[in-house]
């Protein structure tokens, strides 16, 4: 469910203007956080809006969020199918101010998250029990692969070797980067497709200060 219908619901349900003060507070967030997913109209996770339903039934007489969405013949139903992931999408969290730089670096702004639905198609591959999340592409180092403003499918790291020239998004030092790496015995090699950016070399003496976050595994483009 997205930001506007849910504050459509809850008014038809209350008689009465939301706040996002209340959904924040419902979810255990700052305000901000809620103001900026209202600006993208972004989705709410089913655990999101169970938290939310529960706010609201504790100041409500028989309040019942996904009844007033879908009736409470279908409510059942349609719960059961929010739960899972469908054959043709896959839901994920998105981290919409966490940009992975296609550049030269970019500071991680926040680390809210939201829910976001991918699908399938986008994945070049998928493995069940993997962990897998969505960024934002930010510059064009890796030009023609990935865009600027790209959102981009992160499988994540869980310590195993790296695969060369593969695509991996990862830390050094305050900035995150996506960058296609290579292993050597003494040093890591990381190389842009843009043929401007020079390639650059990790050296063992400063590997303490790289984190591997994770394989980039797709994208989706032209979303926004």
């Known amino acids: 469910?997205?930001?506007?219908?849910?504050?459509?619901?809850?008014?038809?349900?209350?008689?009465?203007?939301?706040?996002?003060?209340e959904i924040a507070e419902a979810l255990g967030v700052d305000v901000g956080v809620i103001g900026k997913r209202a600006s993208r109209n972004s989705e709410y996770s089913l655990e999101e809006l169970q938290k939310i339903?529960?706010?609201?039934?504790?100041?409500?007489?028989?309040?019942?969020?996904?009844?007033?969405?879908?009736?409470?013949?279908?409510?059942?139903?349609?719960?059961?199918k929010m739960t899972v992931n469908t054959e043709n999408e896959i839901l994920l969290d998105y981290y919409p101010e966490v940009f992975g730089s296609c550049g030269n670096g970019t500071f991680v702004l926040s680390e809210c998250r939201e829910p976001i639905t991918v699908p399938r198609k986008c994945f070049t591959s998928f493995v069940?029990?993997?962990?897998?999340?969505?960024?934002n592409a930010y510059g064009d180092s890796m030009m023609p692969y990935i865009h600027d403003k790209d959102k981009l499918i992160v499988e994540h790291w869980s310590g195993e070797q790296i695969r060369d020239n593969r695509v991996y998004v990862?830390?050094?030092?305050?900035?995150?980067?996506?960058?296609?790496?290579?292993?050597?015995?003494?040093?890591?090699?990381?190389?842009?497709?843009?043929?401007?950016?020079?390639?650059m070399k990790i050296e063992a003496k400063d590997a303490g200060d790289l984190q591997i976050i994770g394989r980039i595994v797709g994208l989706m483009r032209d979303m926004d």
């Open 1 to 21: 469910m997205r930001h506007n219908e849910l504050l459509e619901t809850l008014q038809n349900l209350t008689n009465a203007k939301p706040k996002q003060r």
């Open 53 to 80: 339903n529960e706010f609201y039934g504790k100041r409500f007489y028989e309040f019942d969020l996904f009844a007033g969405l879908y009736g409470h013949n279908a409510a059942k139903n349609v719960l059961k």
């Open 128 to 135: 069940s029990g993997k962990q897998y999340s969505v960024i």
């Open 170 to 199: 990862f830390r050094f030092g305050d900035n995150i980067f996506v960058k296609r790496l290579v292993q050597n015995i003494n040093q890591i090699v990381v190389k842009s497709d843009n043929t401007i950016y020079d390639t």
